[in-house]
């Protein structure tokens, strides 16, 4: 009995470290525009890779990047799966304003907020744009701070990498 005890406790240990060594994402909780809390370390893409990216609406290289990524996503989507998840890392005070944002420049992205900024201190980002791209096990594959004319053509190929 004490040896099955001790394998017991050994199996669930082991599944423990996998679990924990399976994704880089942190085990954070944030909202989604409509108020539901989303467990960060859930997020995925059914094995496909996925794009996090932390912007504000007062960043002018945020909203040039994310209205490069808008043009481009329905083909990245088609072409390889990716999904990206848009964070918001905005104040509460700035929070109402999100969603009207969003909607007014079409952004298909899953928006998300993170108000209190703990994603975003969990992840190191200190200066938005910061966007990273996971594969599809949850790892960082990739990064990279600020937005320059042409930054999503770099994402997109390392998202080929990923996915070819």
Same mark, same amino acid.
């Given at each position: /009995?004490k040896k099955?005890?001790?394998?017991?406790?050994?199996?669930? =240990?082991?599944?423990?470290? /996998? $679990?924990?060594?399976?994704?880089?994402?942190?085990?954070?909780t944030?909202?989604?525009?409509?108020?539901? #809390?989303?467990?960060?370390?859930?997020l995925?893409n059914? *094995?496909n890779?996925?794009?996090?990216?932390?912007? $504000?609406? %007062?960043?002018?290289?945020?909203?040039?990047?994310?209205?490069?990524l808008?043009?481009?996503?329905d083909? %990245?989507?088609?072409?390889?799966?990716?999904?990206?998840? #848009?964070? #918001?890392i905005?104040?509460? +005070?700035?929070?109402?304003?999100?969603?009207?944002?969003?909607?007014?420049?079409? %952004?298909?992205?899953?928006? =998300?907020?993170?108000?209190?900024?703990?994603? $975003? +201190?969990? /992840?190191n980002?200190?200066?938005?744009?910061h966007?990273?791209?996971?594969? *599809?096990?949850?790892?960082?594959?990739?990064?990279?701070? *600020?937005?320059?004319? *042409? $930054?999503e053509?770099?994402?997109?190929q390392?998202?080929?990498?990923?996915?070819?």
């Amino acid at each position: /009995m004490k040896k099955l005890s001790t394998i017991l406790i050994l199996a669930f =240990l082991a599944l423990n470290v /996998m $679990a924990q060594e399976k994704s880089d994402l942190p085990n954070v909780t944030i909202k989604n525009l409509n108020g539901e #809390s989303i467990n960060v370390s859930e997020l995925n893409n059914d *094995g496909n890779p996925f794009v996090l990216t932390f912007w $504000a609406t %007062w960043c002018s290289p945020c909203v040039k990047e994310h209205n490069a990524l808008s043009e481009v996503y329905d083909d %990245w989507v088609e072409e390889t799966g990716v999904k990206i998840y #848009s964070v #918001s890392i905005d104040d509460s +005070r700035s929070t109402p304003k999100i969603k009207p944002f969003v909607e007014g420049k079409g %952004w298909p992205f899953e928006i =998300l907020l993170d108000v209190n900024k703990d994603l $975003a +201190r969990s /992840m190191n980002v200190s200066v938005p744009p910061h966007t990273f791209l996971f594969d *599809g096990d949850g790892k960082i594959v990739y990064q990279h701070t *600020g937005y320059f004319e *042409g $930054a999503e053509e770099e994402l997109y190929q390392e998202i080929l990498k990923i996915v070819k």
